[in-house]
């Protein structure tokens, strides 16, 4: 084992799935010789060559509406979207397309293909380049939701992904790109971390986070902190949001009786409104106190200004503070 | 390669069954006995003639909702059409789930295409990647209306295709309105093929209503796209017979004098009058291919009407690939 980065993890996966299969291929802007903005393919230009690793025009439905084809002509394409905020050129292609054709063809026309983006705030980059878009996509089926919040997740789950018979959106949380390591088999090339469960990461008796990505991360360091004062917080890292892995969720929920859910998107809408109807929906007789919610507010995306972006995204402090409320209802 | 003169009897063959095929989906709307129909009538000669320039079986072909006479030639029977104007079970491009006319084949290289135009084009060029990563000599045949040609879609499909030298030939078939947009409306250019300029392409144009010039335009464009030499963009003129679908109303938007003097150059009748006047047919044989149309068309009817519906529930799958029963 070996500590590692969130963003080396993800190149790693990617150099390995590049090496076992042909027919794994990136493309997507600057991934070539600049190895990407945020250096998630460096070196795989010089190690796979040209045709492997595409610079793409800057157009966004081009990477997407190319790796669909590329798909079901029976190429693995790894599309990257510089930024999850620039994803919406590609919606279209997306949710009309990657998503409906393999149910629209009844099963004859199948697309396996990886779309990655880094999305997420509190880097000072402003509204469009901060911005949290799962919640597009997870009310869609045929679409696969994927965000890692840790290096073994990041590297295990992408490979998943790329070998996944279906269009997966993996989501990566640039924040914690270099900001969070952890522990990587070294030789193990043939670990994966399956897509669909999601993971109990920490065992606990008073209430239960649910979080995802950056937010898990942070939710881990507050659950540490009010342990000092006595509250003892379950954690559930959601890792696949669609499909939504329902079992896991009501398992702690009747373990712990309390549920916060965090996620830095825009509270109204967004995904913690599903998990919150599940535990609703099949949980209610287990619930001690309402569910709740920490989210990002609902204002169009995150500002620039370093007060103002403070005040829009979630800290542990908050989540500290949210535990503490929920855990004295 | 010339065509031989058998194929060239298969091509009118072909022409003259989508049409009868396709008159017929008309009046079975208008029995009632189907909800909805989208038409390619006047536009067979373009698709007969494109489609016979690649090669079955090995090419592709992502085509949209006019192109029922290509997919007839690429080998979708009459009655798999019917059943998919009904809705029925077992119909090849959907299994009943989208609507007519939205084609698929899998066993003939013909990809899914959806409502949203413009989506299939950058498929297309994904497909031509495909092939050009491989080191295949296989090409892929696209098409779209003129009006869908507008779309960012398009545009970032023949970039990417030229900036790679993709093996692809874009068709456009214009028929001169987008439902009662003109084409005037939809471009400042007199026709698509002159946008392919702009993106590094020539633009070619041919008289859509004359299968053989087309043909010999796509089949130029496939030599070159099988040669490496890169993508086409073809447009193809012709005209729109019918009004653009079985919800629409075309007095609105056009006269009843434009489309008569259109009907004189119905793209059926051009045919006919050629293969006759150059020895092709006589005019018995074709009355016998009339009659062999007719029992086809009928007999697809017959058996789509007696064909069952799909069970509601076999809605529910198949959505992930991991869920699929052999199909
Ligand atoms: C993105 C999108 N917008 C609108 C429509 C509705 N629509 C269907 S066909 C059509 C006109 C298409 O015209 P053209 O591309 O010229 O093809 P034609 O029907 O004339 O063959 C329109 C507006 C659609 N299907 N997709
Ligand atoms: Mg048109």
Redesign the interface.
């Known amino acids: 084992m070996s500590e590692i980065t969130m963003v080396e993890a993800i190149r790693q996966a990617m150099d390995e799935e590049l090496a076992r299969d042909e027919n794994v291929?990136v493309i997507g802007e600057d991934v070539g010789v600049r190895g990407g903005v945020f250096r998630a393919t460096q070196g795989l230009f010089e190690k796979y060559g040209e045709?492997?690793v595409i610079d793409?025009?800057l157009?966004e439905?081009?990477i997407?509406?190319?790796?669909?084809?590329?798909?079901?002509?029976?190429?693995r394409?790894i599309c990257e979207i510089q930024f999850a905020d620039f994803i919406f050129?590609a919606f279209?292609?997306i949710i009309?397309?990657a998503a409906?054709?393999?149910?629209?063809?009844?099963?004859?026309?199948?697309v396996?293909m990886v779309i990655r983006a880094p999305y997420g705030g509190g880097i000072g980059g402003g509204l469009y380049h901060s911005q949290s878009v799962e919640a597009f996509f997870t009310q869609v089926?045929?679409l696969?939701v994927v965000i890692p919040s840790n290096p073994y997740d990041a590297k295990g789950l992408l490979k998943s992904a790329v070998r996944d018979?279906?269009p997966v959106l993996f989501f990566e949380p640039k924040k914690g790109y270099r900001l969070i390591k952890g522990e990587v088999p070294e030789d193990d090339k043939e670990y994966t971390v399956p897509i669909g469960p999601a993971k109990v990461t920490r065992e606990g008796q008073d209430l239960t986070v649910f979080a995802y990505g950056m937010m898990h991360h942070y939710a881990m360091g507050a659950a540490e902190a009010v342990a000092k004062e006595g509250i003892d917080v379950e954690v559930v890292d959601l890792r696949t949001l669609y499909p939504v892995d329902r079992e896991t969720i009501l398992a702690s929920v009747q373990k712990t009786s309390k549920a916060l859910i965090v996620h830095e998107a825009n509270l109204t809408g967004g995904y913690g409104a599903e998990v919150a109807a599940t535990i609703a929906e099949w949980g209610f007789m287990n619930l001690d106190a309402p569910v709740r919610r920490l989210a990002g507010p609902d204002v169009p995306a995150v500002p620039f200004s370093h007060p103002m972006e403070e005040w829009f995204m979630i800290n542990p402090e908050k989540i500290a503070d949210a535990i503490r409320d929920l855990a004295a209802f | 390669m010339p065509l031989s003169r058998e194929l060239k009897q298969e091509m009118f063959w072909i022409m003259l069954l989508s049409r009868r095929l396709d008159e017929r989906a008309w009046v079975l709307h208008r029995q009632g006995k189907i909800a909805f129909h989208i038409s390619g009538i006047g536009q067979e000669a373009a698709q007969v003639g494109a489609v016979y320039a690649i090669e079955k079986g090995k090419d592709?072909l992502?085509p949209y909702y006019r192109d029922l006479a290509m997919v007839i030639a690429m080998g979708m029977s009459p009655t798999e059409f019917v059943k998919s104007l009904m809705g029925k079970a077992g119909e090849p491009?959907?299994?009943a789930?989208?609507m007519p006319s939205?084609f698929?084949l899998?066993r003939a290289n013909v990809?899914?295409h959806?409502a949203?135009v413009a989506?299939q084009?950058?498929?297309?060029?994904?497909?031509?990647?495909?092939?050009k990563?491989?080191g295949g000599d296989e090409v892929v045949l696209t098409t779209i209306g003129e009006g869908a040609t507008s779309q960012?879609?398009w545009y970032?499909?023949v970039?990417?295709a030229a900036?790679h030298n993709l093996p692809v030939i874009f068709l456009v078939e214009n028929n001169r309105y987008a439902i009662s947009v003109p084409q005037e409306k939809q471009m400042a250019v007199s026709s698509a093929a002159d946008k392919a300029c702009g993106l590094g392409l020539p633009g070619i144009e041919v008289d859509g209503t004359h299968m053989f010039e087309v043909y010999d335009a796509v089949a130029e464009a496939v030599a070159n796209a099988r040669q490496g030499k890169g993508p086409s963009v073809i447009e193809a003129k012709l005209y729109r017979l019918t009004p653009h679908s079985s919800d629409d109303d075309d007095r609105s938007y056009r006269t009843r004098e434009e489309v008569e003097e259109h009907k004189k150059q119905d793209p059926l009748i051009v045919m006919k009058d050629l293969f006759i006047e150059q020895g092709l047919m006589t005019e018995e044989a074709y009355h016998e291919l009339e009659e062999k149309a007719k029992k086809r068309v009928d007999e697809a009817i017959e058996e789509a009407i007696r064909a069952p519906y799909p069970k509601g529930k076999e809605a529910a799958t198949?959505?992930?690939?991991?869920?699929?029963?052999n199909?």
């Open positions: 291929f045709d492997r793409s025009p157009a439905l081009t997407v509406g190319i790796g669909i084809g590329a798909a079901v002509y029976g190429k394409p050129p279209n292609q009309s397309e409906k054709m393999f149910y629209r063809s009844n099963g004859q026309w199948s396996p089926p045929g696969k018979p279906n | 592709w992502v491009t959907s299994g789930r989208q939205h698929s899998r990809l899914s959806s949203p989506t084009s950058p498929h297309a060029s994904g497909i031509g990647l495909g092939i990563l491989d960012g879609e970032e499909a970039n990417f900036i198949p959505v992930y690939a991991e869920e699929v029963r199909v």
